[in-house]
């Protein structure tokens, strides 16, 4: 719903190094009244973009998670907060150059068991779609049928 220009840097820069998940509420109810029109015969779980866990312990938080609890809660749509993992520590895509970040998540996700036929994958920004494609192989190669992306910011 929103283009990651100003004032939206600032903001979730605010969230990321400043501690502060406040914004995400917000963001999470835009997101959700915004959300793209879904196939009411079709079951989808939410599933936000996963941090390392030390990075984790590192921001006391991950927003993402944030986002998608906010959005469930909304929309009705079940989470799935447990299926996706990063598995390896890697720089943040922010600090990368677009040629980096095509592969610095390669081989960065795992999952837990087996995923749902359909997801819907919940991030803040998306940029070169690096977090898009590299979570969506790691599922489709598990056996989900159909995986959307939803971010609440795009970079023009």
Excluded at 39 to 47: D, G
Aim: glycine residues 4%.
């Amino acid at each position: 719903p929103l283009l990651y220009e100003f004032p939206m840097g600032a903001v979730l820069s605010q969230i990321k190094q400043g501690k502060n998940p406040n914004a995400l509420y917000w963001m999470a109810a835009l997101m959700a009244d915004l959300a793209p029109p879904l196939p009411a015969t079709e079951a989808f779980k939410l599933i936000p973009i996963p941090m390392h866990p030390i990075d984790r312990l590192l921001r006391g938080f991950n927003q993402t998670e944030i986002l998608c609890r906010q959005i469930s809660f909304k929309t009705g749509l079940p989470l799935d907060l447990g299926l996706l993992h990063k598995c390896k520590q890697t720089k943040h895509q922010a600090e990368l150059k677009r040629s980096e970040r095509l592969t610095n998540l390669q081989h960065s996700f795992n999952l837990s068991r087996p995923p749902p036929e359909q997801v819907i994958l919940i991030d803040d920004v998306m940029t070169t779609g690096a977090t898009a494609i590299c979570t969506a192989k790691a599922l489709k190669e598990a056996g989900c049928k159909k995986v959307y992306f939803w971010a609440c910011c795009r970079t023009p």
